[in-house]
């Protein structure tokens, strides 16, 4: 799986993410981009985010609720599939 179909899959619906946080803890996620499933009045505020989408990419935790990001370079599968970082 590459970048462009992470982002498709989670624009289209919810996905199960793996990532490694930065302090090294892995975390698993049930993410979506989707305007159809995020909550009214929850839309991401593009100016919180720190660095383009290159090299992160905000999602909604649909378990938590809330915003989240992750690092494409730490990102580990995709709803059970590997994701290609190279």
Known sequence: MVKSEVIA??????A??????????????RATRSTEIIPNGEEYDLS???SDET??????DCE???W???RWDL???VNGEPYDNG
């Open 16 to 29: 199960d993410i793996v990532f490694t946080k930065v302090n090294g803890t892995v975390r698993e996620m």
């Open 68 to 70: 989240r990001a992750f």
């Open 48 to 50: 919180q985010n720190v």
């Open 75 to 77: 990102l580990t599968s």
């Open 64 to 66: 938590v609720t809330g």
């Open 55 to 60: 090299s992160s990419l905000a999602v909604w």
């Open 9 to 14: 899959l989670l624009e289209a619906g919810e």
